[in-house]
């Protein structure tokens, strides 16, 4: 520790820091444009020169070491006088379009003019002008405001793990640009809304909207992925005007994923549903909420009448919040049926009983960036997690050595140590194949339930060198993600991840979506009840609700068309149910078979909770109040509970059903007998499907946000060969197929894509062109 | 994208630095790959990217600043001339006036019949003789317009 004083007070800080930052903890702010917490120093705008003692020149507070009794004066005649001249500099090509600047209100460079600007300009030349670059449908440029303090060029070579933003030309020349014109494709890059200090670089969607000091700030936390991003909704008149990062060391840090900054664009679109809407023979008509509400319930209790409880099914997103689940599965249950899940994609559910109690991380998101070996296994955690993406980046500037089991060979933001890049079918060979080899090198004997392991054949050189990953470094993590758990043999994957895990000592660890881990604890399952409580029958999963047997669903903010595992099933058993009831934040395609639809209030218009890969619980209040006739969740399960005569949902807040949820005991899964391990059939040498859900792609909401869906993050509908496959098949890229897959067949482009390995085509997931695939499988291909 | 010579020579540029410093290369090989094919285009300088493992926009940043890297193609002879302080003050806007009406162009511009390009440059560390140009890879001091013309007449 050191002694300094600045400003008179006396301060012992850290050896190492910065003046600046020592400062900083004092609570003594010196001006700054280039410096930011999160980024490298750069040094380059000077805005921050302070004088010190016995230092003959002013020094950059933001990189000079504090020293030993050193004696800062940030408010000094020198410093001013050397900040004043610094700001003067810095205004000389600035232009003076405040006025019209969406910056303005919230500009560093404008509040500190203020402070250390001259009244009058003394510059009397023609100002520089540089022509703006269009960077995509997410950033607006105004490259003329620039004052190169490199923070964007920073945040892509550091954080983003790109490297599109560069300083091009040199003095008077010189200007922040991609040079050859292409789009910033990183999905952070809205931080660098935030980190300009300038007007250079504002938000698109929020251009011309609202200027800062209209706005209300309201805390909320992001329901797209399972980190569980905190938020500052910022409202005008009873409007989301835009969406920024709350500052969290331990979720976000100070960042934000561009879903959850944009997705709010969709909110207030035109596909919003305004009001409830019923059938009438086969004509929408608009009704108030009495008449809605009596003929859902009027249909429900039909069917139910006709057909037994166990005819009735309940499918629910990953995005409702727990409280929403939770008063969800007491109505099912409370109607006498178990047929509820929240998991549409998924297939695999043999091993619901040994689940732990909620699919997670298994250790704290800050642990994400300590790790010094990781294992993915089926996860674009880049993509699918933006700010764990950033965490393990993290992890690997470090050192970390990360590898991966993918079925396609995504990019990611920090390089992969070894890989197997697999067909579908092949990942469960492959992964136990890596798991013998780990328990080979750990020497440790296989235990008889995974004796099997051995038959699968020896691991090869890729399989190797991912054991060779795992068995080095101290703190080690194995991810499974949302490839892995749409996987056919899931079951397979989880167990054999677990092993692998036990064997190297490491949490083995899931990536939900959404709220997933919140609808686990809240029972949004067919065979467990809130909290982990196992239920004495089980309901049927999502996968086997679409065979006709289901005669009345209730379908909670979800489309199971474009959100389950093969839409034209999904479709089918709408079309054939006697009663459907939407809960439905949009007009989506529920219109197209429900006979009631009443509008669900989306996050942003309800209190709640959601729960992170952590387990961490985050409550909110709602930013706004409900637009036009759309209602809370639990306020609309409650009637629905109270007029289906269900007991136990008459809660008069989301505070109470929480406290509700809450007060029952977890119930730790009982242990279960050992996993048997038996080797799959050898995967069958056919074209196998490969299926991911593009993060722009993933719910109700951002499938809505048009600025969203035409980044290049939203995939092209096709079917991607690899390009030596595409060749051999004769077929030219941008040629019309007929791909057909079971009894569905869809017309789609044929295209290349180097990702994909052999024996395989990727087909996006959740697309209209593609939802009525199945998710996986064998797929056969013709001409038209 | 080079020849095997071109090759050869970054190589033992690149072999000057640590492995995990290959980028230090930049300057020396975006010089061979100008030489080689006269100017950088994006494509030569995405191919000098790959050489070193460098992002293609670090490699334009420094390709950028630097005035004697030519972004676009040049004629079959360049006049660097120096504009800098030194230069300035020892009249070198003359000769700037005197080359922009000789040759009818202006900075950064080339002869319709492609014989000169003239580029006005930072320093060229030759201020005891300013003012001065470099023409191709040669210097020549105390200009006056005369001598420019002397100088010119002799150029193919």
Redesign the interface.
């Known amino acids: 520790m050191l002694h300094i004083e600045i400003d008179g007070k006396k301060l012992v800080v850290e050896e190492g820091a910065m003046v600046i930052e020592a400062a900083e903890a004092a609570g003594i702010y010196i001006p700054r444009f280039c410096y930011h917490k999160k980024l490298s120093v750069a040094a380059n705008c000077r805005m921050c020169l302070v004088e010190v003692e016995r230092v003959a020149k002013p020094v950059p507070a933001c990189a000079t070491p504090v020293t030993e009794g050193m004696r800062v004066f940030t408010q000094s005649a020198k410093t001013a006088d050397a900040q004043k001249g610094v700001m003067e500099f810095l205004l000389i090509n600035h232009p003076l379009d405040c006025p019209v600047c969406d910056q303005g209100g919230e500009c560093e460079l404008q509040d500190l003019a203020v402070g250390y600007g001259r009244d009058v300009s003394r510059f009397q030349e023609a100002k520089r002008i540089v022509a703006d670059k269009d960077i995509g449908p997410l950033i607006s440029t105004e490259m003329t405001r620039c004052i190169h303090c490199t923070r964007c060029v920073r945040f892509g070579q550091e954080i983003g793990g790109i490297?599109?933003?560069?300083?091009?030309?040199?003095g008077e020349h010189m200007r922040i640009g991609?040079?050859?014109e292409a789009g910033v494709d990183s999905e952070l890059s809205g931080n660098m809304i935030d980190l300009c200090p300038v007007g250079a670089l504002t938000s698109k969607p929020y251009r011309y909207t609202a200027r800062p000091w209209e706005l209300i700030n309201k805390p909320s936390v992001s329901p797209h992925d399972c980190v569980g991003t905190n938020l500052d909704v910022q409202v005008r008149r009873n409007k989301v005007m835009r969406i920024l990062p709350r500052e969290n060391e331990a979720i976000n840090e100070v960042w934000l994923a561009d879903r959850d900054r944009f997705s709010y664009v969709a909110l207030h679109g035109g596909e919003r549903l305004k009001a409830p809407l019923v059938r009438d023979g086969g004509v929408w008509r608009e009704v108030d909420w009495e008449i809605a509400l009596d003929r859902a319930t009027e249909g429900l209790r039909g069917a139910i009448g006709r057909h037994g409880p166990a005819a009735f099914a309940a499918l629910a997103s990953a995005q409702l919040t727990v409280e929403e689940g939770f008063l969800l599965q007491r109505l099912v249950r409370g109607l006498g049926s178990d047929n509820i899940d929240h998991r549409l994609r998924e297939l695999d559910f043999r091993d619901d009983t040994r689940a732990p109690l909620f699919p997670g991380l298994g250790q704290a998101i800050q642990d994400l960036e300590r790790v010094d070996a990781a294992l993915l296994i089926g996860s674009n955690v880049r993509k699918e997690q933006p700010l764990l993406g950033h965490r393990l980046r993290k992890a690997f500037l470090e050192g970390a050595r990360i590898a991966a089991i993918n079925p396609l060979d995504f990019p990611f933001v920090f390089d992969l140590a070894a890989k197997a890049i697999v067909t579908p079918a092949a990942m469960v060979e492959t992964t136990a194949r890596v798991a013998w080899a780990v328990a080979r090198r750990m020497r440790i004997e296989l235990p008889a339930e995974l004796r099997a392991l051995t038959d699968v054949g020896a691991p090869g050189t890729a399989e190797e060198a991912i054991a060779e990953v795992l068995c080095g470094g101290r703190r080690r993590a194995v991810l499974l993600g949302a490839l892995a758990s749409t996987h056919p043999q899931a079951a397979e994957l989880r167990g054999l991840a677990r092993f692998i895990a036990q064997v190297i000592q490491a949490p083995c660890g899931e990536l939900p979506c959404g709220n997933g881990a919140g609808a686990w604890l809240a029972g949004v399952l067919p065979h467990r009840g809130p909290m982990g409580r196992s239920r004495a029958t089980s309901g049927r999963p999502a996968a086997e609700m679409f065979d006709g047997s289901q005669k009345a669903f209730l379908l909670a903010d979800v489309e199971p068309v474009l959100d389950s595992r093969h839409g034209e099933r999904a479709r089918k058993a709408m079309e054939a149910a006697d009663c459907v009831v939407a809960l439905s934040i949009f007009r989506g395609e529920a219109l197209d078979y429900a006979d009631v639809v009443l509008p669900w209030a989306p996050y942003t218009e309800t209190d709640g909770t959601f729960v992170n890969a952590e387990g961490r619980f985050q409550s909110f209040r709602a930013a706004i109040p409900p637009v036009a006739e759309a209602r809370p969740g639990w306020k609309i399960l409650r009637v629905l509970a109270e007029r289906l005569g269900v007991d136990g949902c008459s809660l008069d807040s989301a505070a109470a059903i929480l406290q509700e949820l809450r007060s029952i005991q977890r119930t730790e899964p009982a242990p279960v007998a050992p996993w048997t391990f038996v080797p799959p059939a050898r995967p069958a040498s056919v074209l196998e499907r490969v299926a991911t859900v593009s993060l722009y792609d993933s719910d109700t909401i951002v499938r809505r946000a048009e600025p969203l869906q035409r980044t290049a993050d939203r995939p092209r509908p096709a079917a991607y060969f690899p390009p030596a496959d595409l060749a051999e098949r004769g077929l030219a890229p941008g040629s019309m197929l007929v791909v057909t897959m079971g009894t569905t067949t869809v017309r789609l482009e044929a295209a290349a894509d180097d990702r994909v390995p052999a024996g395989a085509v990727f087909i996006p997931a959740a697309l209209p062109e593609t939802a009525a695939l199945p998710l996986s499988g064998e797929v056969t291909v013709g001409a038209v | 994208m080079l020849s095997e010579e071109s090759r050869a020579k970054i190589d033992q540029e690149i072999a000057k630095y640590p492995p995990e410093h290959k980028q230090s290369a930049v300057m020396a090989a975006l010089h061979i790959a100008q030489d080689e094919h006269g100017w950088l285009s994006?494509s030569l300088m995405d191919y000098v990217a790959g050489l070193l493992d460098m992002?293609?926009?670090?490699v334009?940043?420094v390709a950028?600043?630097?005035?004697m890297y030519d972004l676009k193609p040049v004629g079959r002879h360049k006049i660097s001339l120096c504009t800098n302080i030194s230069c300035l003050l020892r009249g070198s806007d003359d000769i700037a006036s005197h080359l922009k009406k000789r040759l009818g162009i202006g900075f950064g511009e080339t002869t319709p019949d492609g014989r000169f390009t003239l580029k006005e440059v930072?320093c060229l560390a030759a201020c005891g003789g300013a003012p001065m140009f470099m023409i191709d890879k040669t210097y020549y001091e105390n200009l006056t317009p005369g001598r420019v013309d002397e100088i010119l007449d002799k150029l193919e």
């Open positions: 490297m599109e933003l560069g300083a091009t030309g040199r991609t040079y050859v | 994006v992002r293609p926009i670090q334009y940043e950028s600043f630097y005035t930072e």
